[in-house]
């Protein structure tokens, strides 16, 4: 059975904060009135840079990954598997795929889960701007629940959602993510620092809008 989930953001927003690893959830933090949790972090150095394609204007919001966009040559930007800490391909798959236009970041993030939970099963999503002091915005999306704020986003679940009974396949997050609460210009050549985690799989670099 496949299950579509569309959402637009609330006035304010749940951010589920769990311990490392695919752990259910320790923690549930409420934010309201500010768009984002920031926070001072060092600036990160070295690490992949990706180039990110113009694209977003092709980018239908339901949970698909048909749209031309996603498909058509050269397609968006793509992490490739995450890793586990060791360096090595994680398991289950994960992995991103990027676009931006419209002063969005368009984001698709899959998941291979035997298993899908709508808690303990979640992305966490980390953006660095290198201010002075810089600064991280962080959120989390999940098979279920309300989006983070600035965030339109739609979900697709290949099984049964909280039903274990069943063997499920994967579950894809499509998201637009606004950048202009985060400080950042939608334009060619802006740079920022950007982390998405999926437990102990993850993917970090710095991305640059071609």
């Known amino acids: 059975m496949r299950v579509r989930i569309g959402l637009w953001l609330g ?11 695919l752990a259910r959830v320790a923690a549930r933090l ?6 984002w949790a920031s ?52 398991t289950p798959a994960s992995e991103a795929r990027l676009l931006w236009g419209d002063g969005h970041l368009y984001v698709l993030l899959y998941a291979a889960d035997e298993d899908v939970r709508s808690r303990g099963d979640f992305f966490r999503l980390t953006f660095t ?3 002075d002091p810089p600064r991280t915005f962080v959120f989390d999306v999940s098979p279920s629940g309300a989006p983070p704020e600035g965030v339109h986003l739609a979900r697709e679940i290949d099984g049964t959602l909280d039903d274990a009974r069943d063997r499920d396949e994967e579950w894809v997050v499509e998201m637009a993510v606004a950048l202009a609460p985060m400080g950042i210009e ?12 999926r437990g102990d799989a993850a993917w970090s670099g710095r991305v640059v809008l071609d």
């Open 129 to 131: 701007r290198e201010l």
């Open 39 to 90: 926070k001072r972090v060092l600036a990160a150095d070295g690490g992949q840079v990706l180039h990110v394609p113009r694209g977003g204007g092709n980018v239908v919001i339901d949970g698909d990954t048909d749209d031309a966009a996603w498909t058509a040559t050269p397609g968006p930007a793509r992490t490739g598997p995450f890793v586990a800490p060791s360096g090595q391909r994680a």
């Open 11 to 21: 006035a304010s927003v749940s951010v589920a904060l769990a311990l490392a690893g």
């Open 30 to 35: 409420e934010f309201s009135g500010a768009p």
């Open 186 to 197: 939608s334009a060619r050549g802006e740079t920022f620092g950007l982390g998405v985690r």
